[in-house]
């Protein structure tokens, strides 16, 4: 499993997914009776590749703006609730109108089994209130069922194509996970604060996702309660 995670090193990503799920693979096995449990997972312990990049861009403004005109009816739906909610796309496309109560979103995120409970912003709820419910999921297809990541995806690459600025393709679905963050940073919001919101575990994660404009964030605060502080001393 080791060499196989190596060979895989050019593209680290995959390379870990591979340990992951060769690791549930060996914990069933081990259930089963394919492997004893004193010989342990073999797959257990192999040190995964760590990301090499501050992972998704973020949508720059004028892409966003493109996009938001552009936009099918669907892809545009889409897009307001990874803004709006800072979830991945998987937990967007799970929605159901019944977790949108008294303007909150009460969800399980799907890879993490987190439960949060998200205010919605006013973006968010204006924009919903346009948006006529065929379905028990927010995003559906033309027969009010759910729809799956894989049409989702087609169709925000497509609404990209077809947009004029050449760089449109560059950025992902995901990366208004990014999007939400910085706003939430840009905001005021603190570590906690933003993960209250977006669900992620810890800082280092939150660093790759606010990246700068966290720093900045947070040194603009830091300078601006020791300037109080000289200002309080002055005045003694």
């Not at 109108?97 to 205010?119: F, M, R, V």
């Not at 077809?162 to 940073?185: C, D, F, Q, W």
């Not at 720093?215 to 300078?223: C, K, S």
């Amino acid at each position: 499993m080791y060499e196989l995670h190596q060979a895989n090193a050019a593209r680290w990503r995959q390379a870990n997914y591979l340990v992951q799920v060769m690791i549930v693979l060996m914990n069933h096995a081990r259930l089963i009776g394919f492997l004893r449990k004193e010989h342990g997972n073999p797959a257990k312990g192999i040190p995964l590749f760590k990301q090499q990049s501050e992972g998704w861009e973020p949508w720059p403004d004028d892409i966003r703006a493109e996009f938001e005109a552009t936009a099918t009816p669907r892809a545009r739906l889409v897009y307001e609730l990874c803004i709006g909610t800072g979830q991945r796309i998987g937990d967007v496309l799970s929605i159901r109108w019944s977790h949108l109560q008294n303007g909150a979103y009460d969800c399980t995120q799907g890879k993490t089994d987190k439960e949060l409970w998200i205010p919605l912003t006013d973006r968010l709820k204006a924009y919903l209130a346009t948006v006529e419910k065929t379905g028990l999921t927010v995003v559906t297809d033309t027969s009010g069922r759910p729809v799956r990541y894989r049409t989702v995806a087609e169709e925000m690459r497509k609404v990209k194509g077809k947009m004029e600025h050449p760089e449109a393709s560059k950025y992902v679905t995901h990366g208004l996970r990014k999007n939400a963050t910085i706003e939430l940073y840009r905001a005021g919001c603190d570590d906690e604060m933003v993960k209250a919101v977006t669900g992620h575990s810890g800082v280092e994660m939150l660093k790759k996702y606010g990246g700068k404009v966290r720093q900045r964030e947070l040194a603009t605060r830091a300078q601006e309660a020791r300037n109080k502080m000289e200002q309080n001393r002055s005045g003694t």
